[in-house]
């Protein structure tokens, strides 16, 4: 995600809202998953990135049986956060390993805006988490680091950010229903903060239901962005999903 020009800074991976039910298919040593979802709003780290409004996303992923894995995800996102681009698509790298109830994720991922008039859109953030288990609940810890480039200069050369997170999950027992929360914060100046540093966290809930999995999230920030058609994208809101395999 990368906001546009229009403002000094902006800034989630996500948007807190329910994970697509994935599609598995074995071969050999490879996994293939994949699904699609429907969101109410795509928030990224906090701030929309479809001026409160739908968006369409999809993803699909090959994992080796050793950890390494790639992943294509998409979304369709609103004109204002990349120059008139109206979609985002991420390419992701990396290796995720589980060491009992410890599970070490690194990797690479590239933001991509095609349609985004030439300007340099696009970008480069490495991240790396560590999840710990504890029965059906976990606490993760990850941090995304996207080294000076010039997609996230607010006008005075090449800028950096940095992106801590914790989050917690709970799978509620007999039940298809798991909760989340969620604290990040985003720290530049770049274009994928707002200002300086901001703060975003929210709280959310998802359910399966016969291949499908339904989510519901509040999701806020300490900051501010307003669209170009006058809504705070920062602002506090309410966001639904519903995903599907395929």
Do not use: C
């Amino acid at each position: 995600m990368r906001m546009s020009t229009m403002v000094s800074a902006a800034a989630f991976l996500t948007a807190l809202a329910a994970s697509p039910a994935a599609a598995e298919e074995k071969a050999g040593p490879f996994t293939v998953t994949g699904g699609a979802t429907l969101v109410s709003d795509y928030r990224f780290r906090g701030i929309s990135q479809t001026d409160k409004r739908f968006a369409v996303q999809a993803t699909v992923s090959v994992t080796h049986e050793t950890g390494f894995y790639v992943t294509a995800w998409g979304s369709s996102i609103d004109d204002y956060v990349a120059n008139g681009a109206d979609a985002e698509i991420d390419l992701i790298a990396g290796f995720k390993k589980s060491f009992g109830d410890t599970t070490v994720d690194a990797g690479v991922l590239y933001y991509y805006y095609p349609g985004s008039g030439g300007i340099t859109s696009d970008f480069v953030e490495p991240y790396a988490s560590v999840t710990q288990a504890f029965g059906p609940a976990s606490i993760k810890a990850s941090v995304a680091y996207a080294p000076k480039q010039n997609a996230l200069t607010v006008g005075s050369g090449r800028e950096d950010n940095l992106y801590l997170a914790g989050d917690l999950s709970y799978a509620i027992p007999k039940s298809p229903v798991s909760l989340t929360a969620h604290l990040g914060h985003s720290i530049g100046p770049s274009y994928l903060t707002i200002g300086k540093s901001y703060t975003d966290w929210s709280l959310g809930a998802s359910a399966g239901w016969q291949g499908l999995t339904f989510g519901l999230a509040y999701v806020d920030t300490d900051g501010s962005f307003i669209t170009p058609r006058g809504r705070n994208a920062a602002r506090a809101g309410i966001v639904a999903s519903v995903g599907a395999s395929f």
